[in-house]
């Protein structure tokens, strides 16, 4: 067999639809059996007319109420059915619920990791900024000192240029002093 004979026909699905629409008591309409199984609305169209239909010649059947005997047997067949569902599911719920326990527990480790990882990132932040008022403070510092020992420096080169000027004017001046005669005292 080939998977598209596997496969069912949009007939089918749109069948199949309308079945379990009205399984599970909700009303058999195009839009629902068109969304259901996922076929043309010219196709949903008829299946629900079609299902409609069928529905309107069984309310011509009376239907008896269900009798005593058969109302306790499928009540107990229930309470047996409903039983050996809660005890072939309880261990995964169980295991589900642990699994749940465990993971709220994991989300708030990381939730307290990220509120830690998070509160350095802001003292880090504030480093930061402080280190870069440091360092733009020091430039300004560094700036004005240079600023200064150039001033500084131009002020000894003019004071080392005023001591040249009066060293050779000092010299000029000791040149125009006559030389002491000798025997004059």
């Known amino acids: 067999m080939t998977p598209a004979e ?6 089918e699905r749109a069948e199949a639809a309308a079945r379990d629409l009205a399984d599970r008591g909700r009303p058999v309409t195009a839009r629902a059996v068109r969304e259901a199984a996922g076929v043309r609305m010219v196709l949903a169209a008829e299946v629900a007319k079609a299902w409609k ?5 069984d309310e ?17 067949i229930w309470r ?13 719920r ?13 989300v708030e480790a990381l939730t307290e990791t990220v509120a830690e ?5 802001d003292r880090l932040a504030v480093d930061l900024e402080t280190a870069r008022v440091a360092a733009s403070e020091a430039g300004n510092r560094a700036e004005v ?41």
Request: proline content about 9%.
């Open 117 to 121: 990882v998070e509160e350095e990132r």
């Open 53 to 57: 239909e069928a529905e309107n010649d």
């Open 145 to 185: 000192a240079e600023r200064e020992t150039r001033e500084a420096e131009a002020r000894a080169t003019a004071v080392e240029a005023e001591r040249d000027r009066l060293a050779d004017q000092v010299t000029a001046l000791i040149e125009r002093v006559p030389a002491p005669q000798e025997g004059k005292q």
């Open 60 to 76: 011509g059947v009376p239907v008896p109420p269900v009798p005593e005997d058969v109302a306790a047997r499928l009540t107990a």
């Open 6 to 11: 596997n496969t069912p026909s949009p007939e």
């Open 80 to 92: 047996d059915a409903y039983r050996a569902a809660v005890a072939a599911v309880s261990p995964e």
């Open 94 to 106: 169980d295991r589900l619920a642990q699994d749940v326990g465990n993971l709220r527990k994991e």
